[in-house]
């Protein structure tokens, strides 16, 4: 069946070279090579928009743009960062790339879906960049009515068509993960072998799956309510304003853990890899992922403790919000005690994956803060949420991301990335990351609301030191964007296995062949069987 | 091979059975409502409606003779819905 | 197994026709889960409007025509009933009977269709329909103007799902003429079912929230 | 660059209690913090590749410390839930003798309405020592009335009153923002909140007053826009008595029962479909386009204080 003949030198890249062959591609590696073009261009474009309004922000008084345009600008932002890069980030890139390797099949269950994925969220995208350029978008990402529904007088209806057509391409690709999990694993591969990374990954997709159509619907509404004056969110028409907030964080605070939960499946596998050693606990590590995804859907309550929500609910709500923590924490701890006895390779991977560890703990631990209602009605709605969710999507997320395109990358291109360079860079995101975002804790203690254009004098100090963190963080993403792209040609050749890893993906050649294995893997044993120690280290 | 739950053909006599009960309760459905239950009109017209359902799903989308994956994912949307209904609610109720 | 049929290979990335049928089969079943999570947003709506404002639904109620409903879903019943004749028939190699079925199927579903339109027509000269001019008069106007916008998005955006549903059956129609279809390979009509059952049965329960409201809550 | 605080004002007797609770966050995060790091280091460099060191007994998984690391967080969680929510619930319920001060938002000031009749914008005059509860609502989109020093802030919805309360502590003048974004000039929509001796708020009201409660101004109202006309104390009359209405409990057509709080009163001006008295028919009009949010505050204040006696109570039952 399979074709035996793949000769060396075969690989999905070298596959065809025309337009033609990359753009009606049904290979899930090629296809996770659009989806990351796309991606990195949304992450510069986003991080453009938030390079300017931390220089508008220098100055108490608005000074660069004029208020308007603030607005836009976080709005887009927010909107660029979360919809068009965090939430395809992971998965449709290495997820895409990786899953149907690490559970040995030779692609997803549905090739062209896959593909169709992308168009959609391209289609998506385009035209809410369309509603951007046209008159941009003022509402802030969570579209809050009845300003988004009767206020806004910026271009809310395309930029809702835009999101709603996205959220389709975030449905397809959970729903082929699903599937791919539940039905295409290799002989041999029960669940309890799977990699922790396609854990994390299922767990994700399931989020994707029943949260995501609620968001669909419920920008739809808006849509509707904007442009015939239909009463659904609107009191003044008979509607009601916390309904969408209700159904917007239905979807919402469950994407947060499809934004984060890949970014743990990735430092899962680096821990594991560059420690040699199976992850401590897996199964209560795999659980977790599971658990998060479930309990992920109860707590959405705790964005609206001040919202005028019923106080009961909202006790509800903050009970839930703790109990969603315990299976973080529960990873968190697990991944250091593996730590423990290992043997500690420390490439830059291991670098991106402790900076998750810690930066996420600190993002995670100040989500207490919110979840405790007394002390949420003083920080909600300022910069110390801002810090929070900076904290765990940056610190924590693209770190993860950071992570996994630096271990994967000699996989997926063939080629190793330059060492030192990366080393650097990594510690350039840190120190610039942390210089950031850690004086918004305090302004957040201090009072200053987020949204604000123009501010009290007092608050200046600490959001120049911000905005200086936040150009350090700048020149730390350009360079590996730059060492990346100078690697595809002069960098070493990997090999296979570069790290010593041991899932599947790794027993393949670097750049994989298009059908990923020559003959369809048989395992026979977990995921993380590393040599004994006697073999690597002699005693 | 009928060892596949899917290859299993139902007989006719099932589908018109079903079909029938189906009728059977949109009829009951209209008539009840012109009956005034007070608040427990709404609650049989939802028991009838879930019952046409469980009908539907059984037996014409063949859940009663598929995999247990099928079963779950049925049942999983409909335990989400729930879950928003009930968290929605609570803020409602309670104000 | 009729002979003119084409070989159908399987796809690549699957190592036979049953995990195949399986796959597509299971896809299809969380496709249906994301729309009920989809409709269950408006759903939602419906719950607290209804909640909130018990008495202007009932007035809206009245306005409401029990008979085309009762009507439409008697049609949309048979069209489920056919449908699943029609899997039937194919499951057992009959490619007749099973085109004649979907496309028996489409007819009632068409026909679900043109009572709807007569409906919304009506809604539309009685100035039931939200837009400028979409005034309730009385003290619960605004009220009942929100059911009404609800009652539009919520039958509309079912209409839409039978507007494809129809689609995709004409694609499943042609392809069971050209007999692609066997004993063995007949995964699309069966997927294609479950998507109808399921558009069915949304309309199971909007038939009773929306036509059925009795004045008492 | 003036000053560079890193703590906010201390300004309300709740003030010090949350504070209690953030450093007792801030404490527990240290704690895990500083743990997870220090353990991440000296594992690092203790089992660097390449370093002799004992790696005997590597376990792959440990049941009792698991569940060590699951029940210490989600009890230390419960503990901190349980303080907030009871901290909580001490800043939602405000003293039965809290003077209350009417606070309506729009795009982009915030309107304030004493009692007494003074009036003021993006300025909020408050007595020291003096329990005093705001009663919010927005003319147009959600707003928020956010007081760092005193640690309070409530979403402002239209169509609707929120609460808080407070009692300030020191004298002095501190920020007041809109925290929910709200358009354009959101970061426009900020004011001060001054805090007097009881003696100067005072005379500050004398001053600035205008000899119009707003009860008063609420019952010219009444009269102007015909009210009466339909709420007589006559009992022949078409609408139902509104004395000593506030506070009860109304039985509704549809067989609920609501208490006729202020929102109940907003809502049967506004929409006085929404909710039927028993035994009335739909006759009244609404009000929402003829009467501005601050005179419809005013309505209200005035039905609250139209208890019209026993005998009037008697005449509603
Ligand atoms: C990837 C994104 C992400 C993730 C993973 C989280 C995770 C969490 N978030 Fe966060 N959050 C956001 C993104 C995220 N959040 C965003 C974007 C917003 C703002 C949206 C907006 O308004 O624009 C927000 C806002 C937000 C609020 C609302 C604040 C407000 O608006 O008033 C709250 C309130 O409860 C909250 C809580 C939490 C909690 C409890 C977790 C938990 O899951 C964290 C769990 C992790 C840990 C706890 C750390 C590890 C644990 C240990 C080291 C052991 C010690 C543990 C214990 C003692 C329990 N978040
Ligand atoms: C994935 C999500 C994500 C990511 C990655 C980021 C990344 C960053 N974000 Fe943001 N952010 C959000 C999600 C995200 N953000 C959301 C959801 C909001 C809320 C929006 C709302 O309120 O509606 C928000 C809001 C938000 C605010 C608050 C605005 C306000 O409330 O008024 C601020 C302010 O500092 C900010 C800053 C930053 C910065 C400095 C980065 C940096 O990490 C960005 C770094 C990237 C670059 C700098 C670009 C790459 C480099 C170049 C293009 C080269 C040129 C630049 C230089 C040399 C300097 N973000
Ligand atoms: Cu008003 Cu922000
Ligand atoms: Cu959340």
């Known amino acids: ?539 | 091979m009928q060892g596949l739950p899917s290859e299993h053909i139902v007989p006719l006599k099932v589908y018109f059975t079903v079909a029938s009960a189906l009728f059977v309760l949109l009829a009951l459905t209209v008539g009840v409502s012109l009956i005034d239950l007070g608040p427990f009109n709404i609650v049989v017209a939802l028991v009838i409606a879930v019952a046409k359902m469980l009908l539907v799903v059984l037996f014409f989308m063949h859940v009663r003779w598929s995999s247990r994956l099928v079963w779950l994912f049925a049942s999983g949307g409909i335990l989400w819905l729930a879950i928003l209904f009930a968290l929605t609610m609570s803020d409602f109720l309670t104000r | 197994m009729s002979d003119h049929a084409h070989p159908t290979p399987v796809a690549h990335q699957f190592d036979d026709r049953e995990q195949q049928t399986e796959v597509g089969r299971l896809g299809m079943w969380l496709f249906l889960a994301t729309e009920i999570l989809f409709f269950g947003g408006l759903f939602t709506a419906y719950l607290v409007m209804r909640w909130k404002w018990p008495e202007a639904f009932a007035v809206a109620n009245s306005k409401m025509d029990v008979t085309l409903g009762a009507i439409n879903t008697a049609v949309l019943l048979t069209s489920s009933l056919t449908m699943a004749l029609g899997v039937r028939a194919a499951q057992l190699g009959r490619g007749k009977g099973s085109f004649a079925l979907i496309i028996a199927t489409m007819v009632f579903g068409l026909a679900f269709l043109g009572i709807k339109a007569v409906e919304y027509a009506r809604k539309f000269q009685e100035g039931l329909f939200p837009g400028p001019g979409f005034v309730f008069e009385g003290a619960t106007g605004r009220q009942v103007e929100t059911f009404f916008s609800l009652y539009f998005m919520m039958t509309g955006l079912h209409a839409l799902h039978m507007v494809v549903g129809i689609g995709i059956l004409t694609v499943i129609a042609a392809m069971i003429r050209r007999g692609r279809f066997s004993p063995d390979y007949y995964a699309p009509v069966e997927i294609s079912g479950l998507y109808w059952h399921f558009v069915d049965i949304i309309w199971i329960f909007l038939f009773p929230l929306l036509y059925l409201i009795h004045p008492h809550l | 660059m003036s000053s560079f605080p890193l703590l906010p004002d201390q300004a309300s007797a709740n003030a010090g209690s949350i504070d209690a609770l953030f450093f007792a966050l801030v404490g527990v995060s240290l704690f895990f913090i500083i743990l997870i790091t220090v353990l991440l280091f000296v594992f690092a460099v203790r089992y660097r590749r390449g370093n002799r060191v004992d790696r005997e007994i590597r376990r792959k998984d440990n049941l009792k410390l698991e569940l060590t690391w699951i029940i210490i967080p989600t009890l230390i969680s419960l503990g901190i839930f349980v303080w907030s929510s009871y901290l909580y619930f001490q800043g939602k319920t405000p003293p039965a003798d809290a003077m209350e001060i009417y606070v309506t938002g729009k795009q982009w000031m915030w309107k304030i309405q004493h009692q007494r009749g003074n009036r003021e914008i993006n300025e909020l005059h408050v007595p020291l020592g003096q329990p005093v509860k705001l009663v919010m609502t927005s003319q147009d989109v959600i707003h928020s009335f956010f007081i760092p020093a005193f640690r309070i802030k409530q979403d402002v919805l239209p169509g609707r009153y929120t609460t808080e309360w407070f009692t300030a502590t020191r004298v002095g003048e501190y920020h007041l923002f809109c925290a929910e974004y709200c358009g354009t000039s959101h970061s426009g929509m900020i004011g001060r909140v001054v805090v007097m001796e009881p003696m100067d708020f005072e005379r500050w009201l004398a001053t600035s007053g205008n000899n119009e409660t707003m009860a008063s101004s609420g019952e010219q109202l009444f009269r102007t826009y015909g009210c009466a006309a339909c709420h007589q104390e006559a009992s022949s009359s078409r609408g139902p008595v509104l004395a000593g209405l506030a506070g009860s409990a109304v039985k509704l057509q549809d067989g609920r029962t609501v208490i006729a709080d202020r929102g109940y009163l907003q809502e049967s001006i506004n929409d006085p479909g929404a909710k039927i008295v028993a035994g009335y028919s739909p006759i009244m009009p609404t009000y929402r386009t003829t009467l501005n949010q601050e005179q419809l505050n005013q309505i209200v204040e005035y039905l609250l204080t139209m208890d019209g006696g026993v005998a009037a109570t008697a005449r509603r039952n």
């Open chain 1, 1 to 539: 069946m399979s074709h035996e003949t793949a000769v060396e030198g075969t690989n999905y890249l070298n596959n065809g070279y025309s337009l033609r062959s990359w753009f009606l591609t049904t290979d899930h590696k090629r296809i996770a090579i659009l989806y990351l073009f796309t991606i990195v261009l949304f992450f510069f474009v986003g991080g453009s928009f938030a390079v300017l309004m931390r220089l508008e922000l220098m100055s108490p008084q608005g000074t660069l743009v004029q208020a308007e345009t603030y607005n836009k600008l976080f709005t887009m932002h927010g909107i660029v960062m979360i919809f068009f890069f965090l939430i395809p980030s992971i998965p449709a890139v290495l997820g895409n790339f990786l899953i149907p390797m690490m559970v040995g099949a030779r692609d997803l269950a549905f090739p062209r879906l896959n593909l169709l994925s992308w168009y959609v969220f391209v289609a998506g995208a385009s035209v809410t960049l369309f509603a951007l350029v046209t008159g941009g978008l003022d509402t802030g990402w969570t579209f809050y009515t009845p300003f988004s529904t009767s206020y806004s007088n910026t271009r809310v209806v395309p930029a809702m068509v835009g999101i709603f057509i996205t959220g389709f391409s975030s449905i397809l690709t959970g729903l082929n993960f699903i599937v791919t999990v539940h039905k295409m694993r290799a002989p041999g591969l029960t669940w309890f072998r799977l990699p922790l990374f396609v854990w994390s990954l299922y767990a994700t997709s399931l989020v994707m799956v029943l949260a995501t159509p609620v968001l669909a619907i419920t920008v739809a509404m808006v849509a509707f309510e904007r442009a015939t004056g239909i009463g659904i969110f609107n009191p003044a028409i008979g509607g009601d304003p916390l309904l969408f907030q209700h159904l917007f964080w239905f979807y919402s605070h469950p994407a947060v853990y499809i934004m984060i939960l890949p970014a743990m499946g990735v430092v899962s596998e680096v821990i594991a890899t560059f420690s040699r050693k199976e992850v401590f606990g897996y199964r209560f590590v795999a659980a977790a992922s599971l658990a998060i995804a479930v309990y992920g859907f109860l707590v959405w309550g705790h964005h609206m403790f001040v919202s005028g929500q019923s106080v009961y609910a909202g006790l509800v709500f903050s009970i839930l919000s703790y109990l969603v923590a315990i299976p973080s924490a529960v990873k968190v701890f697990n991944w250091t005690a593996t730590l423990y006895k290992g043997q500690i390779w420390f490439q830059t991977p291991l670098l991106y994956a402790f900076g998750f560890i810690g930066l996420f703990t600190i993002g995670g631990l100040t989500g207490l803060f919110l979840a405790a209602m007394a002390v949420d009605v003083h920080l909600t709605d300022t910069y110390f949420i801002v810090a929070h969710f900076h904290y765990i999507m940056v610190g924590g997320a693209v770190m993860g991301f950071m992570a996994g395109i630096h271990y994967w990358w000699p996989k997926i291109t063939g080629r190793l990335y330059p060492e030192g360079w990366a080393k650097f860079s990594a510690l350039v995101l840190f120190v610039g990351f942390n210089l950031t975002f850690f004086p918004q804790f305090l302004l957040g203690y201090l009072g200053m609301p987020r949204r604000y254009y123009h501010y009290p004098p007092e608050f200046q100090v600490l959001n120049v030191l911000s905005t200086a963190g936040a150009s350090i963080l700048g020149v730390g993403y350009l360079i590996p964007l730059i060492y990346l792209l100078w690697s595809l040609k002069r960098g070493k050749v990997a090999g296979a296995n570069p790290w010593g890893a041991t899932t599947l993906e790794w027993q393949t050649a670097s750049p994989p062949i298009t059908q990923n294995f020559p003959t369809t893997p048989v395992v026979t044993s977990g995921s993380y069987e590393f040599p004994a120690l006697e073999e690597v280290h002699s005693e």
